[in-house]
Each structure stands twice: as C-alpha cells, then as structure tokens.
C-alpha cells in the first residue's frame, strides 16, 4: 500500500472540488427491514437464522473468488450472513457500476466500489441509495463513535441534504505515518559526498546535482539520477507546497486556500507562490535533477529503474519497502525562498465515501449496518487486515500483531500482497473501514516510515487548520463540474508545459486570463458560499 492511494490523481477532481449535490428531502424514519426485529442488538451472530444477501465489489486480482476466500467464509459463520458476491476488477469498476445503476440492476449493497460523491447525493435523492443516519445511531455503535471522536469525518460524509448515504474508508487521524511524510534521500550518498541533507530549496538543488555530476555510486559512470517519482508531477507539487506557502488549509480542497489573514479563497494555480513552485521545478527538470518521463512513466515502469538504486532520491513510500533498496532516509521539510517551512499536503484523514453503499433493494439494511459496523471496531478491523491467527499472523511477546512467514516471505514466490490476497481483499487500496496502525502491514506502518512521520511532524499544518471536502447542492454542483472538468484539464497541461519549458512564464498572465474566461470567478464564488455555508452547520 501507499499513502498516495488515499489522494490519487484519478480522484483530485473530487477532492479539490468536493463535488457534492444535494436537495433538501422531508426527514423520515428509516424503514424496518424484513429481519429488523430479529437482528441481534449485540455481539456475534448478528441474526439467529442465517439470512442471504446480493453484494457487488471492486477486487485487486482477478484471480480471486470472494464465494471461496477465507475472510468471507468465516465472517458468515460469525455472522450469520451470506454475501452472494458479484465483482469486478478495479479497473473495470466505473464502467459496470454506472451501467448497473443506469439500468436498475444493481445489488443490495455496494462495497469497495468508490462510489463518488456526486453519485451518492444523485442516487440518495433519487431513493436509490439509502439514507443511513438513523441505521447508523442504532446498529453502527463503532462508526457513531469515529463520528463522535472526529468531528471532521462526520462533516465530510454528511452531504448537504444532512444524509450520510456511504459508509468511508477512513485513515486513523493518529496514524502520522499515513498522514505526512517527507520523499527518502540515499544517505549513503550524502556520506559519501560529504553532504548534509537539504533543509533548503537552494541545498536541496545543490545535493541532487552532486548526485547527478559526482559520482556517488562509485561505479565511474554517469549513471547517477537526481529525484525521481513513479506517480507523476503531484508527488513534488505535494511535497513542495508548504515550502512555498501554498495550502495552508490542507489538501482536501487541494485548488484552494486562503488569502493571507483572510478567510477568502484564492485558486492556488493562478497564485505568485504557485508559479515560483513550478520555476522551482523547472529548473530542476531543465538540469536534469528530476526524471524527465515525470509526465509519462507509469508505476511499474518507473519502479523498475528505480530498483536499479540510481536515483538519489525517491518519492512515494520507503523504498527498502518498496524496492528492496537500503540506505534511504526520509528528508527534511524544506524552508521556501520567503522563509516558509511547513508540510501542507495534509488531509482529515477521510478517504471515499462511498465504499459501503446500501440501496432501496436491500431486504435486511439492519443487519448490513452492523455487518459493516464491525470493520470499524478493534477485532473486524484486526480481523480484515491482518486475518486469522495462526493462519495468517501471529501475535509476539509484547502484544504485537505480524504475518506468518508464509505471507511476508512466501515460499512460492508470492509478494507479500498476493500472499495475504489469497485470504483478505485489502490489498489496492479499495476498501471501507479504519486503517488503524497496529494492524497495518504495508511500509507505513513501519518504523523507517514512523521516523520521517515523526520528523515531519513538526512542520505540518494542525489537524484545527485543515478544512473538510466542500459540500455543494445540485445546482452548485453542476456549475462547478461544468466549470472544473475543463480547467483541471487545462491547469496540468500548462503546469507540465511550464515545467518542462515548453511554455515561457511570460505567458503566466495570459494563462490566468483563459482561467477566467473559463469561469473561475464563478468557481470560486461558489466555494466561497459552500465554505461559509459549513461554518454555520458547525
């Protein structure tokens, strides 16, 4: 896993424009379901007599069969509710959730289906999708109190109607790990050079163009590469931002912040500090101290190179972790040319929202709120990630929870995600529940990672600073859509086109002039009621 999934490309869109609809609907009770009064208030089975139930999810391989995993098999027995799943790989998940739900054929309930928001206040108004507000006081007692504990996940799953109609993926707001951290520099290189890490822009260029001239590898060739990241130009925009006092507010509206000492929005790509951000980076791209295929590489591609061990610095998670290559260390957040120091790119902690969705098809909505209630608390969420014990982890000495060496070293050649997906369907990212550090395998919730969480700390925004995804009716949403499709298209080419050179920054003006005449004033006035209208709902 990486933290990016949480805050991908292929959902910025969401994130930054919080794209919400909503009409107001008469508050109503929720409907007793067939076995309402048969469901357990308590405690394991949640009914008596075993009732079935048709699910549809998103899996990572395809080789896996929900009917006959070990995770689903023994949540029935537990449970006493059998899931008939239907899934889909996540690549084709969109394609065949939206066709379902334009045709009617949909399931009892959604689960690891990223359903956006805007589908969830589309389909909650048309009485497709459930409102769970009532199901939730009365039989989801552990998610009510990650609500209760975390006013902001509760005001960002709250549409505007007042309905919440998704259980979410959420990030534990405690685990830093999964929160902020910084890219990993080789600090056997910096030794080797004489060099300290950066804590500056200027040192910062400065040490990867030694990377790059001197030799640090020893190898007497002019292999050595500067930073490099698999996942695109976000990576060191994300990095970067607080050093050049962008997104003071966090990332959870990621084209927005504040006028300075106001409570005014700007739109942070047509800002001064922006533009100095992607100066910044194109001098970096220009010397060749960033990967040149930043704007085209994919993953797998990248991490393939990376693994070579040629490049000084590297993004995304640790990369012993994730390419089995020592001697990384998180760097330290960077002071700004105006003096800035601080780690932005922070969010509530609240992933989709739509991961477990009940719809008007649904026979037994209690039982189903408590079903999924239970990945909430200590033992479902122990459970999903970390399995069985004895089969999958065992717990040491001090009270620690790992994997048997058949799932982290697997004698048939397995990597540890495929190992463990041959019980649990965690792995890729797609699931609802609370990502919890002490059951979590992936490389942040190891202690190299701890170590640049806790470095970073210091310099990251408070939690008090960060605000919520924004929240629009229907008509606002279907203005800022119209509105926000074509500009982020335009904002990341002319962001690459700045960076790579092929656009001049004399023609910044003239970019912001075709913003506008796009309808970023209106954008902005619009988020601008949104965010106002939050304060008072607080």
Not at 60 to 73: H, I, K, R, V
């Amino acid at each position: 896993m990486k933290r990016k999934y949480f805050s991908s490309v292929a959902v910025t869109l969401l994130l930054t424009a919080g794209l919400l609809g909503a009409c107001s609907k008469d508050e109503a009770p929720a409907e007793k379901g067939a076995n309402a009064d048969k469901v357990n208030a308590t405690g394991m089975p949640i009914v008596d007599e075993k009732i079935q139930v048709d699910g549809f999810a998103a899996k990572f391989f395809s080789s896996q069969d929900w009917n006959n995993l070990m995770l689903w098999e023994e949540y029935e027995k537990m449970s006493n509710v059998e899931v008939n799943w239907k899934t889909v790989q996540i690549e084709g998940l969109a394609e065949k959730r939206n066709l379902a739900l334009a045709a009617g054929d949909y399931p009892e309930f959604y689960f690891a289906s990223a359903l956006p928001k805007t589908d969830l206040i589309k389909y909650g108004e048309q009485g497709v999708f459930v409102p769970l507000n009532d199901y939730i006081d009365k039989y989801a007692p552990n998610f009510k109190a990650l609500l209760d504990e975390y006013p902001a996940v509760k005001q960002g799953v709250t549409m505007a109607d007042g309905n919440i109609y998704g259980f979410p993926a959420i990030y534990d707001p405690e685990f830093e790990g999964l929160r902020a951290g910084t890219p990993w520099i080789n600090e056997e290189w910096l030794n080797k050079l004489g060099l300290k890490a950066p804590e500056t822009t200027d040192e910062l260029y400065e040490v990867l163009k030694a990377f790059k001239e001197k030799d640090p590898n020893g190898n007497g060739k002019a292999d050595e590469m500067g930073w490099g990241s698999g996942y695109g130009i976000n990576e060191y925009l994300a990095y970067l931002r607080g050093t050049f006092g962008l997104n003071k507010q966090g990332s959870m509206n990621l084209n927005l912040d504040f006028k300075e000492g106001t409570e005014e929005f700007r739109f942070v790509p047509t800002t001064d500090e922006y533009k100095e951000l992607l100066t910044y980076l194109n001098k970096l791209y220009k010397d060749g101290l960033i990967n040149q295929d930043v704007f085209t590489t994919e993953p797998q591609v990248f991490a393939a190179e990376a693994s070579k061990g040629n490049f000084g610095m590297l993004s995304e998670v640790d990369p012993k972790e994730l390419l089995k290559l020592d001697g990384y260390v998180g760097v330290p957040v960077l002071e700004g040319p105006t003096g800035e120091r601080s780690y932005n790119t922070v969010s509530t902690g609240l992933g989709n929202l739509g991961m477990f969705v009940l719809t008007d098809k649904a026979k037994n909505p209690e039982a189903m709120v408590r079903w999924m209630d239970h990945f909430y608390g200590e033992e479902g969420n122990k459970m999903f990630f970390m399995g069985f014990e004895g089969v999958t982890f065992e717990e040491d000495a001090e009270g620690k929870f790992k994997y048997l060496p058949e799932i982290t070293d697997n004698p048939d050649g397995l990597n540890m995600d495929q190992a463990i997906s041959e019980y649990l369907t965690w792995p890729g990212g797609y699931y609802p529940g609370i990502v919890r550090q002490q059951y979590f395998q992936g490389a942040e919730g190891k202690e190299a990672t701890a170590e640049n969480a806790a470095q970073t700390r210091p310099f990251r925004i408070n939690d008090a600073d960060i605000i919520p995804g924004l929240n629009y009716t229907l008509e606002e949403n279907d203005r800022v859509s119209a509105i926000m499709t074509d500009a982020q298209t335009y904002v990341d080419e002319m962001t690459a086109a700045f960076v790579t050179g092929k656009k001049d920054f004399s023609e910044w003006d003239s970019y912001k002039k075709t913003l506008d005449k796009m309808g970023l004033p209106d954008y902005l006035e619009i988020a601008q009621g949104a965010y106002e209208r939050m304060q008072k709902e607080k």
